[in-house]
T-cell receptor, first 112, second 107 residues
Framework: EPEVTQTPSHQVTQMGQEVILRCVPI?????FYWYRQILGQKVEFLVS????????KSEIFDDQFSVERPDGSNFTLKIRSTKLEDSAMYFC??????????FGPGTRLTVT | KNEVEQSPQNLTAQEGEFITINCSYS?????LHWLQQHPGGGIVSLFM???GKKKHGRLIATINIQEKHSSLHITASHPRDSAVYIC?????????FGKGTHLIIQP
């Protein structure tokens, strides 16, 4: 069964450093999402992406965040200058129109 | 902005019991999702529904659009059902998630 994959599974970085989280959505899906979950809290929406552009973003998704689909398979989330409060599990998801979202296993980001 | 509330927050039950988890939302939606999150963190979609009722194995999900309320039921619960169950409303903003219900099924 096709699945969403994410790399790395765990990323440790120092405050102020840039990180890129990578996702490979399911191949025929058209809609892509990034969510985050701070430890012990609920999952929060960051951004959705369709037709090579951002379709929605939350107030969390400020100027330090960016997303890109650099080729036909990868979908990346870049955090330009990480802060301690960016430490969280980041989930990528993808879907076809009108169907459920499929989630990746997540990347645990630890900012020290 | 959609507010998604779940109850109960925590639920411990004995194997075989019938389980109900409730979800309410504040704003009209196109779909309501039920998700399962295991201790390792992975999220699996259980149901996506916009009306009526869906059944998959021992899991049943219902939604009442007029009352803005959905329920997830588990029949003949089993210890392997232990997980966090999350409801999420769509739209706006991708999915708006509830805080989750932490379910423990004891043998």
């Amino acid at each position: 069964e096709p699945e969403v994959t994410q790399t790395p599974s765990h990323q440790v970085t120092q405050m102020g450093q840039e990180v890129i989280l990578r996702c490979v959505p399911i191949s025929n899906h058209l809609y892509f999402y990034w969510y985050r979950q701070i430890l012990g809290q609920k999952v929060e929406f960051l951004v959705s992406f369709y037709n090579n552009e951002i379709s929605e973003k939350s107030e969390i998704f400020d100027d330090q965040f960016s997303v890109e689909r650099p080729d036909g398979s990868n979908f990346t989330l870049k955090i330009r200058s990480t802060k301690l409060e960016d430490s969280a599990m980041y989930f990528c998801a993808s879907k076809s129109r009108g169907y459920e979202q499929y989630f990746g296993p997540g990347t645990r980001l630890t900012v020290t | 902005k959609n507010e998604v509330e779940q109850s109960p927050q925590n639920l411990t039950a004995q194997e075989g019991e019938f389980i109900t988890i409730n979800c309410s939302y504040s704003v009209g939606i196109s779909a309501l999702h039920w998700l399962q999150q295991h201790p390792g963190g992975g999220i699996v979609s259980l149901f996506m529904l916009s009306s009526g009722k869906k059944k998959h194995g021992r899991l049943i999900a219902t939604i009442n659009i007029q009352e803005k309320h959905s329920s997830l039921h588990i029949t003949a619960s089993h210890p392997r059902d232990s997980a966090v169950y999350i409801c999420a409303a769509e739209p706006p903003l991708g999915l708006t998630f509830g805080k989750g219900t932490h379910l423990i099924i004891q043998p």
